[in-house]
């Protein structure tokens, strides 16, 4: 079983908060699909004859490409590698890019899963992170997908921001839940080094992100989703029950996966990959048959982090006896001496054989995480 990820590195304007990998300029949008096609075929037994269970249209972007650029993709990669025919296959896509004509093609095109930026359906939130589209285009979208027959989509929320009180945090999850999206990846502001938001907040212009804020409406997001029916299945992440991502859960159960284009990154179980985040570069390289990028081979500890970091954000936890065979006796003794600590504080529960964090202890889990990667 294994995944592929696609970056689409390009936006039509910068987001005030985002540190992703893209360009405004779409003038190298040619070059980089000849590219990324050109990298599919130079690397297509990264995954030696894997099924793909997963395929994943990220960025960026997504849909800043055209129909046929989609096509072409799709055709490309059924070509060089096995896609089961119940794969599912994901297209994140901004609200002001959705029409009729594009739903249609990107269906066409074997698309069956959306995952739409809407962060916010309030006019202010969505002007202060300078989205590109407006509240009613963020209404509105949803509309098309369901008339288009895409009812697996997911909604992106950002919450913690300066100009959303919890009323309004409130009324969003409301508004996703009644418009029947059965999935939501809901994250805090964080603000990066070198984006715009830090630029602002340097200059006073908008306040710092206040953190308890934050863990409030955390916790009032946890309490109302799960109300609702909605399994909390990863820290930042919601769903119905039978509509979890699966491209997004195999990441967390140490799945391969390749990474395709600009800043890509790839997991084969023993390494880690990544592109070169550049996209005139990445150009270049593809164009002498070079796949421009760096590596990192993994050791046994780091391997244990990994899991410890990314099964303890998840509802389902740190599994103790995969950590005994996988990593031995010694890691899992120290996992479980070292978790005391946290059960005793309320923040971590043993169910059977599974470290879980509680509600509480789910506010401090990449700190947890660290303390105990860091004493395994
Ligand atoms: S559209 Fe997405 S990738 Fe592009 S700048 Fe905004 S948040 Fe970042």
Redo the contacts with the bound molecule.
């Keep these: 079983m294994a995944g592929i990820y696609i970056h689409i590195p390009?936006?039509?304007?910068?987001?005030s908060?985002?540190?992703?990998h893209?360009s405004?300029s779409l003038k190298l949008k040619n070059g980089f699909l000849d590219a990324l096609l050109k990298e599919v075929d130079l690397r297509k037994d990264y995954l030696e004859n894997a099924n793909v269970e997963t395929v994943y249209f990220g960025?960026?972007?997504p849909s800043l490409l055209d129909a046929g650029e989609v096509a072409r993709v799709m055709e490309t990669l059924n070509a060089a590698v096995n896609i089961s025919a119940d794969a599912e296959i994901t297209f994140?896509s901004?609200p002001d890019d959705i029409t009729t004509a594009r739903l249609s093609s990107w269906k066409q095109n074997g698309i069956n899963r959306l995952s739409i930026?809407i962060?916010s359906f309030f006019k202010a939130d969505l002007e202060w992170?300078?989205?590109?589209h407006n509240e009613t285009q963020a209404l509105d979208c949803i509309g098309l997908a369901h008339e288009a027959g895409f009812h697996n989509l997911s909604i992106d929320l950002i919450y913690g921001t300066p100009t959303l009180p919890d009323e309004n945090w409130l009324k969003n999850l409301e508004k996703a839940t009644s418009l029947n999206i059965p999935h939501l990846s809901c994250y805090a502001l964080t603000v990066e080094t070198g984006t715009a938001l830090a630029a602002m907040i340097k200059k006073h212009k908008t306040p710092q992100v206040n953190s308890d804020d934050q863990a409030r409406q955390f916790l009032l997001m946890a309490d109302y989703l799960e109300a609702k029916g909605y399994e909390h299945y990863e820290i930042s992440n919601f769903a119905l029950p039978g509509m979890r991502s699966r491209h997004n859960s195999s990441y967390w159960s140490g799945a391969k996966y390749i990474g395709l284009g600009p800043s890509a990154h790839s997991f084969n179980g023993t390494s880690r990959q990544w592109n070169i985040a550049n996209n005139a570069l990445y150009i270049d390289a593809l164009k002498n048959n070079r796949v421009p990028f760096e590596q990192e081979i993994l050791s046994g500890n780091q391997r244990l982090n990994e899991y410890i970091m990314t099964s303890l954000r998840t509802m389902e936890g740190t599994d103790i006896k995969k950590t005994n065979q996988v990593f031995g006796r010694a890691a899992s003794e120290n996992l479980v001496k070292h978790s005391k600590k946290f059960i005793e504080r309320g923040w971590m529960q043993q169910l059977s054989d599974r470290l879980v964090l509680t509600r509480e202890g789910k506010l401090f889990a990449d700190g947890i995480a660290s303390e105990l990667f860091e004493l395994a």
């Design positions: 390009f936006c039509k304007q910068a987001c908060y985002c540190n992703f893209f405004t960025g960026g972007t994140e901004n930026g962060q992170m300078n989205r590109a």
